[in-house]
């Protein structure tokens, strides 16, 4: 990534004010999976990519919180070295992660949501992996009546066409949008989407499940 991160600094209030970051599940299917998850987890590590972010694990999932900016940046780099270096370790088989993103959470112990300015972010710039993912992909913007941020359906109408414009969005599923490509491409879709819905409601809520190496069939 050729990008410096203070080159991609967000404005408004600080992801420390907004509760910025993630929970995440990973699931090797194979004998291994001990080995394949805190060897991708060490991975990203190495790597540098958890510098700015509080990681704790728990017997359900690992959080990941984003206290500095690039909030956006720094969770999507993780979280696509993480699924890449678990299908690597696990020979290209079956890996599914589960990830649910939140900003703006009134419940969340960090959040503060009498801060002003909501940040605009940079679209996040990450490196593709080589690695074909398919995710069901749900977006939540979580308004309150009389919120001046509008209908809900209009702000998921548009993460839907952008995602469209990118070309990784393939078929509308049941509570949930398709998205196929590079697992660089699906994920920097869904954290750009929830990023940008940001801007303009306080409190939004994204899910994926993510599945690379699937032995079903694949499907346009």
Known sequence: MSTKLEELTDTGATP??????????IHPHCDDFVEVILGALADAEA???T???????????????ARTAPAEQRLAAYLTAVVAA???????GHVVAHVLLSRGCPGEVSCDLAVTGLPDPAPVQLERTGIRAAAQWSLYPLLDGGSDAGDHMAHIEAAIASARRRGTTT????????????????LATAVDAWAQVGAHVPHVVTHLTVSVGSPSPVEA
């Open 47 to 49: 790597a540098g990519l």
């Open 51 to 65: 510098e700015g972010l509080v990681i704790d694990t728990d017997e359900v999932s690992t959080y990941v919180g």
């Open 16 to 25: 420390d004010q907004l509760g910025i970051g993630m929970r995440l599940s």
């Open 171 to 186: 078929s509308p599923a049941h509570y949930a949008t398709k998205l196929t490509g590079d697992v660089a491409d699906v």
């Open 86 to 92: 678990a299908s690597r370790r696990s020979g290209g």
